[in-house]
């Protein structure tokens, strides 16, 4: 799918991937749909200045279900053709330790609010024979360590609708492209250092957001379905899918309660 003149949702969009992708989509001059929790006086301006066609911003909290019900009443009007269900949350930790308010409210921002901002769009979408829905999961879902419990099982649970959804949407004109991010260079990565690495020895392998978009870039104009990671992340996955008892093992040697 072409990015130029499109109209694209991003959730999460004010700081890390999410901006570095309205970035690239303003470079493409797109129209940019904008969700953040908090005010960025600076975001229209930079994404404009960038070559956006228009910068519209929606202020929405995520983790509340009335806050995700009304923007999609806000957006009925506009014909949304790619959505970035980017936005993310992070908890670690061992389980018994994890408050179970941020859980809850992680849960929600990562799993329930995509599939309830999914559910909205897609009808237009489908009506119009075009579109497609992109999905923000993690190495997470599929490589799995101690103190991970609750924020591998959010991202497995976006490869799964996500891959269940591209079957549904077969024919139709609309399309999925699921994401398995690495190690990014960002606050949230900053975060599992300090999360995990009391319990884990937490791999250093990072690619800043700008080339991790040009990846995604890349994958919309050639229409793929999975991005998955390469170097020694890539490799470290296809351990983890296919020779488990090797990834468990290096796992288990990495981690001390």
């Known amino acids: 799918m ?5 109209h694209i949702l991003i959730t999460g969009a004010n700081r890390g991937i999410g901006r570095a992708f ?14 953040i929790r908090n005010e ?6 930079e994404l404009t200045a960038a070559g956006a066609k228009s910068v ?14 009304k923007l999609i009443q806000d957006l009925k009007a506009i014909n949304i053709d790619i959505l970035f269900n980017n936005a993310g949350q992070l908890t670690g930790g061992l389980l018994e330790t994890q408050s179970i308010d ?6 929600q921002v990562n799993v329930n609010s995509l599939i309830h ?27 799995y360590f101690p103190s991970n419990t609750t924020y591998a099982a959010s991202k497995a649970a976006v490869v799964a609708f996500t891959q269940c959804l591209r079957a549904e949407l077969k024919d139709t004109g609309v399309s999925t492209l699921l994401l398995i991010t690495p190690g990014i260079k960002t606050r949230m990565f900053e975060k ?7 319990h884990m020895e937490v ?4 690619i800043s957001p700008a080339q991790y978009v040009k990846m995604i870039r890349e994958a919309i104009l050639h229409d793929l379905e999975v991005l998955e990671p390469s170097g020694l992340t890539g490799w470290a996955l296809k351990a983890a899918k296919f020779v488990k008892p090797l990834f468990d093992f290096e796992v288990s040697r990495r981690f001390h309660r």
Not at 40 to 45: A, H, Q
């Open 2 to 6: 072409e990015i130029s003149g499109r």
């Open 22 to 35: 309205a970035k690239m989509c303003a470079e493409d001059k797109a129209h940019l749909h904008l969700v």
């Open 40 to 45: 960025d006086k600076n975001l229209v301006e």
């Open 56 to 69: 519209t911003v929606w202020q929405a909290n995520l983790a509340e279900r009335n806050a995700v019900n």
């Open 102 to 107: 941020e859980i809850y409210e992680m849960l």
């Open 117 to 143: 901002l999914t559910h909205g769009l897609l009808p237009g979408m489908l009506e119009r024979k075009r579109g497609k829905i992109i999905n923000n999961s993690s190495v997470a879902a599929y490589m």
């Open 192 to 198: 599992v250092v300090d999360v995990f690495g009391k």
């Open 203 to 206: 791999p250093n392998e990072t």
